[in-house]
C-alpha cells in the first residue's frame, strides 16, 4: 500500500545518490542498470493521466506480500485502542480512534514499493495472540477484481473493538510521479460503547516522486477524514506532500472538532512523532512516536502455506515471494505470470459459462461488503463463532487459543 516504485533509472554509487535533506533514506532506493532500463522501458510506454490498473510492473518493484496482508498494519498496535469503551468520555474515545489509525502509516518495506495486486477470490487470515491471553482476529477477501475492492473485517471480541473497511485503490502516471488515489474507508466499532455508533475514516493518497528527474520519495498527500456522527467529532487530516522550494518531508497537521466547536490540533510526522494540542487547556499530548514505540508491533500468527488453501495470500504467492528474497527475477517474473495467467483462465471459464464469482467471507450489503457473521453478544462465543467462521476446519498447526 506504501507506493508502487521501487527506483528510476540511474547509476549506482554516484555522490548525487544520497537520499533527499529531511526524509528517511528508507523512503528512496537506487535501481543497478538492469532494473533501470526496464523501469526506462516501462516509462516510455506511458502517458500523464493514464490508468495503470492494467499496467504489468516489473517484479523487483515488489513488496513480497499481498495488498490483503498489509492492511494487518493498522492493527498492530493494539494497545491504543483496547479499553477505549471504558473511557466516559466521548473526545477521549474519538482521539484514541484516531490513535490507532495514525500509528498504521509508519509500517513499510524500505525503499518505495508496492505489495502484490490481489487476484479475485484471493483472501488472507491471520490472528493476533496478546500477552494478556486475549486475541484478535482477522480477514480479507478481495471481492471484486473490476474495479478492485478488497474488504476486510479485523475483531478482538475480548477487547470490545470491531474494524471494517474496504480498499479501493486506484493508480494514475502524472509525468514525474505515480498517484495512488486509496478510495474505501474504516469503519470502527467500540463493542463495548454502542451508543458511539461507527467512527468512520478515510485514506489519505500516495505518490511516487521523482521517478523521471530528481530523487525517488515515497510521500501520502492529500486529505482524509475521521467521523463519529453519534457524538459530532470529526478530524480533518491533512497529509503534506513537500514542495519544491519549501515545506518537510512526512508532515502531517490537522483539526479535531466537535460540531462547530473546535476541540485541538494535530502537528508533526507520520514517520515519526505525532502530537495533539487542546485547544482548551493548551497542552499537548503524543498521539503516535514511531522513534519510541514504532518496534512494538503485534505480532501474528499464520498457518504455515502447506496447510494453507490455494486461494491463501501467502501459499497463492509463494513462488514469487520465495523468488524475490533470493533476489532471482527471472523465477519471480515467471511465478508472477503463472499466477496472473491462471487468473484469466478462470475469467474466460467464468464469462463463457455466464456464472458470476461469489465472494466467500463478504457479502455486498447497501453498497457495503460486510462479514458472512452473525456475531454473539457473549464475547466467548463470540471467539468460537469467529474462529468457525474464518477456519472451518483448523490447521493441524494452529495453537489452541486461551
Keep these: 500500500m506504501m507506493g508502487l516504485f521501487k527506483g528510476r533509472p540511474r547509476a549506482v554509487s554516484s555522490a548525487d545518490d544520497k537520499a533527499p535533506e529531511d526524509t528517511n533514506p528508507d523512503d528512496t532506493s537506487i535501481l543497478d542498470e538492469d532494473e533501470g532500463s526496464i523501469i526506462l522501458s516501462l516509462i516510455s510506454q506511458l502517458r500523464v493521466g493514464m490508468d495503470l490498473s492494467k499496467v504489468t510492473f516489473p517484479t523487483f518493484v515488489l513488496e513480497p506480500r499481498s495488498m490483503l496482508e498489509r492492511i494487518t498494519d493498522f492493527m498492530a498496535h493494539p494497545d491504543l485502542i483496547f479499553g477505549a469503551e471504558l473511557c466516559d468520555d466521548p473526545e477521549e474515545r474519538f482521539m484514541r480512534v484516531l490513535q490507532y489509525y495514525l500509528a498504521g502509516w509508519h509500517i513499510k518495506p524500505k525503499g518505495v514499493k ?202 497463492l504467492w509463494k513462488d514469487l515471494t520465495h523468488a524475490i528474497q533470493a533476489r532471482d527475477m527471472d523465477a519471480a517474473t515467471e511465478a508472477k505470470s503463472a499466477v496472473e495467467n491462471a487468473q484469466r483462465e478462470l475469467r474466460t471459464k467464468r464469462d463463457e459459462s455466464g456464472k458470476q464469482h461469489q465472494s466467500r467471507f463478504f457479502q455486498l450489503q447497501d453498497g457495503r461488503w460486510v462479514p458472512k457473521l452473525a456475531l454473539p453478544q457473549d464475547s466467548e462465543e463470540a471467539v468460537k463463532a469467529v474462529q468457525d467462521w474464518i477456519w472451518p476446519s483448523a490447521p493441524a498447526s494452529a495453537p489452541s487459543p486461551a
Excluded at 119 to 147: K, M
Excluded at 210 to 221: A, C, N, R, S, T
Design 114 to 315: 508496492k505489495p502484490y495486486n490481489p487476484v479475485l477470490g484471493e483472501f488472507f487470515r491471520c490472528r493476533f495472540d496478546y500477552p494478556n491471553g486475549t486475541h484478535g482476529f482477522y480477514i480479507a477477501e478481495q471481492v471484486s477484481h473490476h474495479p478492485p475492492v478488497s474488504a476486510f473485517y479485523y475483531i478482538s471480541p475480548a477487547n470490545k473493538v470491531a474494524i471494517l473497511g474496504e480498499l479501493r485503490p486506484k493508480s494514475k502516471f502524472l509525468g514525474n510521479s505515480v498517484s495512488t488515489q486509496m478510495d474505501g474507508e474504516n469503519r470502527v466499532y467500540l463493542l463495548g460503547r454502542p451508543e458511539d455508533g461507527e467512527y468512520v475514516i478515510t485514506m489519505p493518497n500516495m505518490y511516487a516522486r521523482g521517478i523521471l528527474f530528481g530523487k525517488m520519495v515515497l510521500e501520502l498527500g492529500d486529505s482524509c477524514a475521521a467521523n463519529n456522527q453519534r457524538h459530532g467529532y470529526h478530524a480533518d487530516l491533512e497529509f503534506k506532500t513537500k514542495g519544491f522550494f519549501s515545506g518537510t518531508y512526512n508532515a502531517i497537521a490537522g483539526r479535531v472538532k466537535r460540531g462547530q466547536t473546535d476541540v485541538g490540533e494535530i502537528s508533526g510526522k507520520w514517520s515519526a512523532l505525532m502530537e495533539f494540542k487542546n485547544t482548551k487547556t493548551g497542552e499537548k499530548r503524543p498521539l503516535f512516536d514511531a522513534y519510541k514505540n514504532g518496534n512494538n508491533i503485534a505480532p501474528k500468527w499464520v498457518p504455515p502455506e502447506s496447510e494453507q488453501e490455494p486461494y491463501e495470500s501467502r501459499r
